[in-house]
C-alpha cells in the first residue's frame, strides 16, 4: 500500500522556513499523482500543493503560490513542501495524499492519505 507518513512540521515564527516530507513504502509511489492539504481549526480542509507522478507538473492554491514549492523524489518515495515566508494563517494541520494516476486533481478523492503534521507560525 501507499500509506504516507508525514513529518517536519513545528513551531515557526512569522517569516520563517519549513520543509514537510511525506515519505511512503510503496515501490510503485512513481505511479501516483501527490499532494498537500491542510486544515486549520475551525476550517474545512483545503488544498495547498498538487505535484505530477513525474514532478514535471505542478499546481498550487492562490494563497501559497510564490511562497511554496512542492517537489518529489521518486527515488526516495518522497514528496516534500518546501515553506517560505510563512504566516499565522498557514498555521494548521498538514496532510499528504496519494492519488493514483498521473496529475493530481483536487476535486477527485484520493487514494491515500497521511496522518498530518502540526504547522504553528507565530506572529
Known amino acids: 500500500q501507499v500509506q504516507p507518513v508525514e513529518s517536519g512540521g513545528g513551531l515557526v515564527q512569522a517569516g520563517g522556513s519549513l520543509r514537510l516530507s511525506c515519505v511512503t513504502s510503496?515501490?510503485?509511489?512513481?505511479?501516483?499523482?501527490t499532494a498537500w492539504f491542510r486544515q486549520a481549526p475551525g476550517k474545512e480542509r483545503e488544498f495547498v500543493a498538487g505535484i505530477s507522478w513525474g514532478g514535471g507538473i505542478t499546481t498550487y492554491a492562490d494563497s501559497v503560490k510564490g511562497r511554496f514549492t512542492i517537489s518529489r523524489d521518486n527515488a526516495k518515495n518522497t514528496v516534500y513542501l518546501h515553506m517560505n515566508r510563512l504566516k499565522p494563517e498557514d498555521t494548521a494541520v498538514y496532510y499528504c495524499?496519494?492519488?493514483?494516476?498521473?496529475?493530481?486533481?483536487?476535486?477527485?478523492?484520493?487514494?491515500?492519505w497521511g496522518q498530518g503534521t502540526q504547522v504553528t507560525v507565530s506572529s
Open positions: 510503496e515501490r510503485t509511489f512513481g505511479n501516483y499523482a
Open positions: 495524499a496519494a492519488q493514483y494516476g498521473s496529475q493530481f486533481i483536487p476535486n477527485t478523492p484520493s487514494d491515500y
